[in-house]
């Protein structure tokens, strides 16, 4: 084992209920799903929450279309991986805005799903290769970390314990994938890779348009998790920057 493998732990805890909150469809396919789907087989009830339908990701689709269109793949995605449950805000695509109302939705979905883990987007500027991450990707991700705190509290989002939403404060772990400095990995060789292909092949309307020479699923997620793998030491594998909480 080299060095950097050496320096990632693996994600052992026992793990119940996971909720996932990321910006768009197709977040949750380009790698995390062969952990959800590692989870789902290991007895966690896992569910997704996506802050819009992906409406503005398809430039030869209207939005009004391809909002309906996406949040179907998302949901057949999910279901490839065991995951029955996904629920969508009314954030647009594109124009997602940190602030206190998205922090409230986020805090909703985590008191409805009431997990011990949350995955989360990273908020960093930049992916581990270098590459800008996408605005609606910070903002989702920043706001994911202060609404689990904000789930726990009774005097902030009091709109919520109107609706019935107890507060929760028992998430022990933010899970954030894509991060820069991951500390921790999961391995997802074998039957949690080939999910994961599957999956992110449910995207089939939005696959068929990225440019000629962007990556196959197959492919893309090798070069993804196989690079995690190759930190990790294993074959494939998802690589997260995990935060403990209490």
């Not at 939005?63 to 490839?80: L, Y």
């Not at 799903?113 to 920043?142: E, I, K, S």
């Not at 772990?173 to 921790?184: E, K, L, M, Q, R």
Request: proline share 4%; net charge negative; charged share 25%.
């Amino acid at each position: 084992m080299d060095q950097q493998a050496a320096a990632l732990e693996p994600f052992t805890d026992t793990v119940s209920s996971v909720l996932c909150v990321v910006a768009h469809p197709d977040d949750i396919e380009y790698g995390t799903a062969a952990a959800v789907h590692r989870w789902v087989g290991e007895g966690a009830t896992v569910r997704y929450f996506l802050l819009t339908r992906g409406e503005a990701g398809i430039d030869t689709m209207d939005p009004s279309e391809a909002g309906r269109v996406r949040e179907a793949e998302e949901r057949e995605s999910a279901r490839r991986v065991g995951v029955e449950e996904v629920d969508f805000g009314d954030h647009a695509d594109g124009a997602i805005e940190y602030g206190v109302a998205l922090r409230r939705d986020i805090a909703r979905a985590i008191r409805r799903a009431r997990p011990d883990v949350v995955v989360a987007q990273t908020w960093d500027l930049r992916f581990a290769g270098g590459m800008v991450n996408q605005a609606d990707h910070r903002a989702v991700g920043l706001a994911t970390l202060d609404a689990v705190a904000d789930a726990g509290n009774r005097w902030l989002h009091r709109d919520l314990d109107a609706e019935g939403l107890e507060p929760w404060g028992g998430v022990k772990v933010i899970a954030v994938a894509g991060s820069p400095t991951p500390t921790h990995w999961i391995d997802v060789s074998g039957e949690h890779f080939e999910a994961a292909v599957h999956s992110l092949e449910a995207h089939e309307a939005y696959n068929s348009v990225l440019p000629a020479d962007f990556p196959a699923p197959r492919e893309l997620l090798q070069m993804i998790l196989g690079g995690g793998g190759k930190a990790a030491g294993v074959e494939h594998a998802v690589v997260l920057d995990v935060i403990r909480r209490g």
